[in-house]
């Protein structure tokens, strides 16, 4: 048999995609123009959405084995630069929904009710993927996020709550973080000792500095006092008694080994997923805050049509929900380069990429 030849509309079904955007003011023969444009763009958003979730799988799967091969590493680096194009994208694609204005929206708002963004099946399991817990989030009315969800789908997002999130994978891969002791280096006591001696060095400075009067001599000396009480925190040898951390102590001194001796070659991809890992969850901040100064502009102190308080909960879920911010927050730890430990030579190996030429077997 011949096999027919398949074509641009064929492969990509354009027909049936051309064929989903039903207007509902057009079924109430009360059509209104800019429905066209609220539909596509939301549609286009569960199309990236779709696309996020296969690059997330694709990352948590490198990531689940016990050892995460360094060719893997550049592999999923790849594919969160991917996701984090695709963020940009998201973000700029408001700027086309904001040629409608509110009055254009209030024209076939009322069709939409109860349907509202907040029923995204896909954007929950993304926020469960990436490892946002249920006790972050925000609720409304009492409810869980996923009372709000269409029954079929609802045991789909619940299930990728109790999956491995990439937050989980992360935390377990930088405790497993090499180099940070051997027999002749305690990476953990020698920046200990590092990071105290700069703060006394500070401290005599602000004390020795005759441009200052006394008050903001005890000003800058108390401001260290607390730079000094985080430092504590980090250095406990029973741990973090500071529930805020998700990342355990030991993920965190793996994270700001890789963040202090990032030029070492074989720290740079790591160095890179964790700038990766801030900017994504920096992204979907901006998501969601160009999302609720949108809701804001669109219907002002109104709920939302799903029921929510609109802009007021949005708002809130911009600076709450938060995956990443363990990781964000390292630079509080991190020390000038001059007064880093100096690593030993055989570490110094382990962490650089060497090649002999003509060397004899």
Do not use: C
């Amino acid at each position: 048999m011949k096999k027919k030849n398949i074509t641009y509309t064929k492969y990509l079904n354009i027909d049936k995609l051309l064929s989903l955007q039903k207007m509902e003011s057009e079924k109430h023969n009360d059509k209104k123009h800019d429905e066209m444009l609220f539909i596509i763009i939301h549609q286009s958003y569960e199309l990236w959405f779709k696309q996020i979730i296969y690059e997330l799988d694709s990352i948590i799967n490198l990531f689940s084995s016990n050892y995460v091969q360094e060719q893997n590493l550049g592999i999923v680096i790849s594919r969160i630069n991917r996701i984090i194009e695709i963020q940009k994208l998201l973000i700029n694609q408001m700027s086309i929904l904001e040629t409608m204005t509110p009055m254009d929206f209030l024209e076939f708002r009322n069709y939409l009710n109860p349907a509202s963004g907040f029923q995204s099946a896909q954007f929950r399991i993304i926020e469960n993927k990436l490892g946002l817990r249920l006790e972050d989030r925000i609720k409304f009315d009492n409810k869980n996020y996923d009372d709000y969800i269409d029954a079929s789908e609802k045991k789909i997002v619940n299930n990728t709550e109790n999956d491995l999130s990439l937050f989980e994978l992360i935390k377990k891969w930088l405790e497993r973080t090499p180099f940070l002791q051997s027999s002749e280096f305690n990476f953990w006591i020698e920046y200990e000792k590092a990071v105290y001696s700069a703060i006394e060095r500070d401290i005599n400075d602000i004390q020795n500095n005759k441009n200052l009067n006394e008050d903001a001599m005890q000003s800058s000396i108390k401001h260290y006092d607390s730079i000094k009480n985080n430092f504590k925190k980090l250095f406990s040898k029973n741990g973090f008694p500071n529930d805020k951390n998700r990342l355990s102590q030991k993920a965190i001194l793996g994270a700001i080994f890789i963040l202090l001796y990032r030029d070492e070659p074989i720290l740079q991809l790591p160095h890179k997923l964790l700038s990766q890992l801030i900017e994504m969850d920096q992204l979907w901040t901006n998501w969601r805050s160009k999302h609720s100064l949108l809701a804001f502009r669109m219907i002002g102190a109104k709920i939302g049509t799903g029921g929510s308080s609109g802009y007021k909960y949005l708002n809130k879920a911009t600076s709450k929900h938060t995956i990443f911010s363990d990781i964000t927050n390292l630079s509080t730890y991190i020390i000038p380069r001059n007064e880093l430990p100096k690593l030993p030579d055989e570490i110094k190996h382990q962490l650089g990429f060497y090649f002999t030429y003509g060397e004899k077997k």
